[in-house]
């Protein structure tokens, strides 16, 4: 199994700059992608930024150009850098990792999420 734990979040001013990071532990050999999610109140949660074992990266087109994902494999982390924060990023923010051995067999596993609050 993976276990993540976040970090990072808080609350910054419009046009700042937050790093969320997130440690993963456990069988990491078998994490596929890792990705940030984010749910704002009354909103669905939604895909922020995710990098495959790979390396490949994609993102939402709401923060495309802003927020760049990253990892450091030596530590098992995973990072997202925020910048130009917008009062509309504001939500709490997860980290997944989609893991499995076994093609069309994969799990999910979750962060407990951080609050990312961005004021006007």
């Known amino acids: 199994q993976v276990q993540l734990v976040e970090s990072g979040g808080g609350l910054v001013q419009a046009g700042g700059s937050l790093r969320l990071s997130c440690a993963a532990s456990?069988?990491?050999?078998?994490?596929?992608?890792m990705g940030w999610y984010r749910q704002a109140p009354g909103k669905q949660r939604e895909l922020v930024a995710a990098?495959?074992?790979?390396?490949?990266?994609s993102y939402a087109g709401s923060v495309k150009g802003r927020f760049t994902i990253s990892r450091n494999d030596a530590e098992n982390t995973m990072f997202l850098q925020m910048r130009t924060l917008k009062p509309e990023d504001t939500a709490v923010y997860y980290c997944?990792?989609?893991?499995?051995?076994?093609?069309?067999?994969?799990?999910?596993?979750w962060g407990q999420g951080t609050q990312v609050t961005v004021s006007s």
């Open positions: 456990g069988t990491i050999f078998t994490i596929n992608r």
């Open positions: 990098i495959t074992s790979g390396g490949a990266t």
């Open positions: 997944n990792a989609e893991w499995g051995v076994i093609p069309g067999h994969t799990y999910d596993s």
